[in-house]
C-alpha cells in the first residue's frame, strides 16, 4: 500500500543542536511534499512544502527540507533548534492526480532548554 | 491572517446519539476536507468536497458520515449515530486552489462514551 514513513517516533535534543527528520514514501511519480508542525494547544501549521523546481526547499522558522527523488525521501532540518521547537511533526504527500493529504505518523520533537 | 475554524472545541456524546462537527473554512476557498486522528494513531483523511459535493471519500467514511455546506460559509461533518470508536479529533481544512496548502483549523475532540 501507498504510505509515508517517520523513522523516529520520538526525539530529545537540547537547544542549539541540529535536527534532522527523516520521512519517506512510496508513491510513484511526481508527488507534492509538505511538512506540518503541531506546537502544543495549536492546530496543524505548514512549515514547507515542495511541488516542483528546486529540491532544497526553505520554510518559515529555520526550517528546511530536500527533497531527493532517488530515496523517495523528503527530510526535515534545521541547524540549531531552540526550546520553541518542541512540537510535533508531520510529514504529508499528495501523491499523482490526487488533492487529499496522507500523512506519516508524526515525530515529537522536545527540546530541552 | 485568515484561518480556518473549527465548533465544538470538546464534544462528548453518548453511543448512538448523533454529533455535527462545525467548521468555517478560510472564505475564498473552494475545496474542503475532514481528517481525524485517533490517540496514538497517523492522521487520516475522511472526505473532500468541492462544488458543493464529495470529490473524494475514504473507506472510514461510511453511511454513517454526511458532509455539508449549507449556507455558504460552515461546513459540517454529521456523524449519525456515534461508536466508541470513533473517538478522535477531527481536523477541518481549506484550500484555496489547486496547488494551494490545505489550511488547518484547531480540530474538535470528540468523545463517545
Known amino acids: 500500500a501507498q504510505s509515508v514513513s517517520q523513522h523516529n517516533h520520538h526525539v530529545i535534543l537540547s537547544e542549539a543542536a541540529s535536527l534532522e527528520l527523516g520521512c519517506n514514501y512510496s508513491?510513484?511519480?511526481?508527488?507534492?511534499l509538505f511538512w506540518y508542525v503541531q506546537y502544543p494547544g495549536q492546530h496543524l501549521q505548514l512549515l514547507l512544502k515542495y511541488f516542483s523546481g528546486d529540491p532544497l526547499v526553505k520554510g518559515i522558522k529555520g526550517f528546511e527540507a530536500e527533497f531527493i527523488k532517488s530515496k523517495f525521501s523528503f527530510n526535515l532540518r534545521k541547524p540549531s533548534v531552540q526550546w520553541s521547537d518542541t512540537a510535533e511533526y508531520f510529514c504529508?504527500?499528495?501523491?499523482?492526480?490526487?488533492?487529499?493529504?496522507?500523512f506519516g505518523g508524526g515525530t515529537r520533537v522536545l527540546v530541552k532548554p | 491572517e485568515p484561518e480556518v475554524t473549527q465548533t465544538p472545541s470538546h464534544q462528548v456524546t453518548q453511543m448512538g446519539q448523533e454529533v455535527i462537527l462545525r467548521c468555517v473554512p478560510i472564505?475564498?476557498?473552494?475545496?474542503f476536507y475532514w481528517y481525524r486522528q485517533i490517540l496514538g494513531q497517523k492522521v487520516e483523511f475522511l472526505v473532500s468536497?468541492?462544488?458543493?459535493?464529495?470529490?473524494?471519500k475514504s473507506e472510514i467514511f461510511d453511511d454513517q458520515f454526511s458532509v455539508e455546506r449549507p449556507d455558504g460559509s460552515n461546513f459540517t461533518l454529521k456523524i449519525r449515530s456515534t461508536k466508541l470508536e470513533d473517538s478522535a479529533m477531527y481536523f477541518c481544512?481549506?484550500?484555496?486552489?489547486?496547488?494551494?496548502?490545505?489550511?488547518f483549523g484547531p480540530g474538535t475532540r470528540l468523545t463517545v462514551l
Open positions: 508513491y510513484g511519480g511526481t508527488v507534492n
Open positions: 481544512a481549506s484550500r484555496g486552489t489547486a496547488r494551494d496548502t490545505q489550511y
Open positions: 468536497f468541492y462544488n458543493n459535493e464529495i470529490s473524494e
Open positions: 472564505s475564498n476557498h473552494l475545496y
Open positions: 504529508a504527500v499528495i501523491a499523482p492526480a490526487g488533492n487529499k493529504l496522507t
